[in-house]
Nanobody, 115 residues
Framework: VQLQACGGGLVQAGGSLRLSCAVS????????VGWYRQAPGQERELVAT???????NYSDSVKGRFTISRDISKNTLYLRLNSLKPEDTAVYYC??????????WGQGTLVTVSS
């Protein structure tokens, strides 16, 4: 399974971006798909996830600013990032998980927010 993320870039604080992650297999074959991020010198952390039933979960730091969504027909996962802050600067990774059976990561896309 391949996950191809794109959409990162350099943006000013307060700006917006949309990240995309194309999954090479039916998204519904996974229990949960989502986005994580890793800032320099920090651990990878959860940003947002969405289950097969459409339940979403967000970290407190992005709640109300970021929106996770998916296009089933394209097997593509999205993350809309609004009201970006310098502390959102990180490499963003998409993830597809089926419990202990399968867990796949995309290659990451860099988001840099300037103040």
């Amino acid at each position: 399974v391949q996950l191809q993320a794109c959409g990162g870039g350099l943006v000013q604080a307060g700006g917006s971006l949309r990240l995309s992650c194309a999954v090479s297999r039916n998204i519904f074959s996974f229990n949960v798909v989502g986005w994580y991020r890793q800032a320099p010198g920090q651990e990878r952390e959860l940003v947002a996830t969405i289950t097969t039933t459409g339940n979403t979960n967000y970290s407190d730091s992005v709640k109300g600013r970021f929106t996770i969504s998916r296009d089933i027909s394209k097997n593509t996962l999205y993350l809309r990032l609004n009201s970006l802050k310098p502390e959102d600067t990180a490499v963003y990774y998409c993830n597809a998980n089926r419990g202990f059976i399968e867990n796949f990561w995309g290659q990451g896309t860099l988001v840099t927010v300037s103040s």
